[in-house]
């Protein structure tokens, strides 16, 4: 944005968007990264949504954490804790209508100005955060779980067989992606998901993808399409194997079971 502008931070992008859309002669990228649902402070007319939705996975406060690494075995949420869980998920989902606006306004741009069918719309995340899965209290980043790591992919063009893939992808594959939809050569760490775009049934290039964190919380993994491996020995120690077959919450840790050896 060349002039800063007052207001509600996805209202302003949003409008800059669709100012481009309309105004843009060439060829165009665009990559517009909302800061929602950070510090969700949803808008007015959001405020008084979602009044009765509760977040209530398996995994919320689990009873057992025995399985777990010691340095993540914590304590049992209160009701205290549990309560303001509740309230931050239902400002997130306020915040997040915003978002769903701002989307719906930028396609019905693309639209009105006949470029949808010329463009290649990529929508996903950096990463996921807990609301108290596995005693986490607040919404924390950076846990090898799968409402942090597991995030979604979601690839619009006219030219895209329309389906869910199953192959395993990641967000370095995204840069790679665009770039060979530009016909440029790519050297970066990702795959391309072009082939599965045009071919949902495509031969997986990859059986596992590294998934790791280097910050507060520091750990290695590799993930498959039915487990996921998590190893802390280089920071405090322990390991982690779950099932998603068998175990989609993450209850039991599989690391210690011989027959998964």
Known sequence: IDTPTAGYSMGVL????????????????????PYLPHSP????????????????????????????????????????QLSSITLQYRKTLRALQALDRAIDNIISALISADKLNDTVLIYSTDQGVTFGEHRVSGAKKGLPWQSVTKIPIYIRGDFIVPGIRSQLATTEDIASTVLEMFGIADLRDGQSLRPYLNNPNAFPSRSEILVQNWSMYRWDGLATDRYMYVNLKNTGGGEQLYDHIVDPDEMESKHANLSYG
């Open 14 to 33: 949003e409008d800059e968007a669709i100012r481009i859309i309309q105004n843009v002669k060439n060829p165009f990228f665009m990559c517009l990264w």
């Open 41 to 80: 402070f949803p808008e007015s007319q959001d405020s008084t949504k979602f009044k009765t939705e509760v977040w209530a996975p398996p995994s919320l406060n689990e009873v057992d954490v025995s399985d777990k690494p010691i340095k993540w075995q914590f304590p049992l949420l209160t009701s205290s």
